[in-house]
């Protein structure tokens, strides 16, 4: 399945009233990203969250853009649900259509008790010697469920607390941030993605870790918002800046 973190990876609260009880509140989060390579703009990545009652739902689009975009058109479009407290994130379902400019695909995968019980491809994908088995993959999530982890507005004082494994129904990979520096009104995680299992042998040999830098800014209501991430990619520096 497509990683858009390999190129670049909401709180719950509750309120009471005076005249009712304690209700879950519903926290939406959406933004748009702009990913840069060498300066160059190479994509747009966007996503949209919501959470409520110990749920959230996440849809997500990736699209080349710029100079890429003339030499080749890929998408990603993407959805995942599933159940969530505090930042232990417990999918449901994830579904992927990709466009690569060649081929167009579709998978899905589904969970049982947190752990990946069927993975689907249209077409059906080109088996490798060893796979790494989705049944030893329980307490994972899918690639869409980390990004919005990674991405989404936090309470102020929990930044860069984020720890997820990742599996897509082919990659086993890692991605955590933590060292949160105080920068002004900005604060700076240190982050990193690491492959895991499922790669190739020479793409194992080529990289394994991949640092980058989580900037968030206030909104205002005592929250933070991730406005950069800057990281070293397969292909150079690049950036994901927000709108």
Same mark, same amino acid.
């Given at each position: 399945m497509?990683?858009?973190l ?12 005076l005249?009712a ?9 959406k933004?748009?990203?702009d990913?840069?390579?060498h300066?160059f703009s190479a994509a747009?990545?966007?996503? %949209? !969250?919501? *959470?409520e009652?110990?749920r959230?739902a ?8 710029? &100079? $890429? ?8 479009t993407g ?7 505090g930042?232990r ?15 167009q695909s579709?998978s899905?995968?589904?969970?049982a008790?947190?752990v990946?019980?069927?993975v689907?491809?249209t ?5 490798r010697e060893k ?6 993959q329980?307490g994972?999530v899918d ?5 919005y982890?990674?991405?989404r507005?936090?309470? %102020? !004082?929990q *930044?860069c ?7 897509d129904?082919?990659?086993?990979s890692? &991605? $955590?941030?933590?060292?949160?520096q105080?920068k002004?009104k ?11 299992a499922?790669?190739k ?13 989580l900037?968030?800014?206030p909104t205002?209501n005592?929250r933070?918002r991730v406005t950069e ?6 292909y ?8």
């Amino acid at each position: 399945m497509t990683n858009p973190l390999h190129i670049a990876a909401l709180g719950l609260s509750l309120f009471a009233t005076l005249s009712a009880p304690a209700m879950a509140e519903r926290v939406e989060d959406k933004a748009t990203f702009d990913v840069v390579i060498h300066g160059f703009s190479a994509a747009t990545l966007a996503f %949209a !969250g919501v *959470e409520e009652n110990d749920r959230y739902a996440v849809s997500g689009v990736l699209k080349s853009a710029g &100079i $890429a975009a003339l030499l080749r058109k890929i998408s990603y479009t993407g959805t995942a649900k599933g159940a969530v407290s505090g930042t232990r994130y417990t999918p449901f379902s994830y579904v992927e259509k990709s466009d690569n400019g060649k081929k167009q695909s579709t998978s899905k995968m589904t969970y049982a008790r947190g752990v990946p019980s069927a993975v689907q491809y249209t077409p059906a994908r080109e088996a490798r010697e060893k796979e790494v088995s989705p049944a030893s993959q329980g307490g994972t999530v899918d690639t869409l469920t980390a990004l919005y982890a990674i991405l989404r507005d936090v309470d %102020a !004082g929990q *930044e860069c607390q984020v720890s997820l494994k990742m599996y897509d129904g082919r990659y086993v990979s890692s &991605i $955590a941030t933590s060292k949160p520096q105080a920068k002004g009104k900005a604060v700076v995680c240190s982050g990193q993605y690491r492959r895991i299992a499922g790669f190739k042998p020479e793409d194992m040999a080529e990289r394994t870790t991949f640092p980058f830098t989580l900037t968030y800014h206030p909104t205002g209501n005592d929250r933070m918002r991730v406005t950069e991430v800057a990281m070293e990619s397969i292909y150079g520096k690049a950036a994901m800046k927000r709108r």
